[in-house]
């Protein structure tokens, strides 16, 4: 009797256990999935002011000048991380596979000179062009 005791308690404490390994490493993927998230939507939100930004630059700078172009590096701060931009109605940035959409007007803007379209990975140099007389804003991805 005393064996089957013993045995009966070591299997209890062994499920109890592994039902709390599995409950903290629940827990903790639970969490970094979710920090990993909050990082990449704060990410793409400041690469919504960070083109914005240019894209006021660029105009401005065409009062002076007849020609700019402008290299832009986006950062790989996460694996698989694709980057969906969009000009046609403002600026709209889309990351793929997580799906998190930003809308910007780009300070009011007027929506005919820009024209854009693209999907870059992360890590990848966009080249934003624009001359004085087409009055629009082109982007191009540069690997």
């Not at 660029?58 to 402008?70: R, S």
Request: charged share 20%; aromatic share 14%; glycine share 4%.
């Amino acid at each position: 009797m005393k064996g089957q005791s013993l045995l009966i308690e070591f299997l209890m404490f062994f499920l109890i256990n592994l039902s709390l390994l599995i409950l903290l490493g629940n827990f903790f993927s639970l969490y970094s999935s979710r920090f990993k998230d909050e990082a990449e939507a704060l990410r793409v939100e400041n690469l919504k002011y960070h083109l914005s930004s240019f894209f006021v630059l660029i105009k401005d700078t065409l009062k002076n000048a007849d020609f700019v172009k402008t290299k832009i590096l986006i950062p790989n701060f996460t694996q698989n991380c694709f980057i969906e931009i969009n000009g046609s109605y403002g600026l709209r940035i889309t990351t793929y596979p997580s799906y998190h959409l930003v809308q910007s007007s780009l300070h009011n803007l007027n929506r005919t000179s820009l024209d854009m379209n693209g999907f870059s990975s992360c890590g990848f140099n966009i080249i934003l062009i624009s001359e004085k007389p087409k009055n629009k804003i082109e982007l191009k991805y540069e690997s």
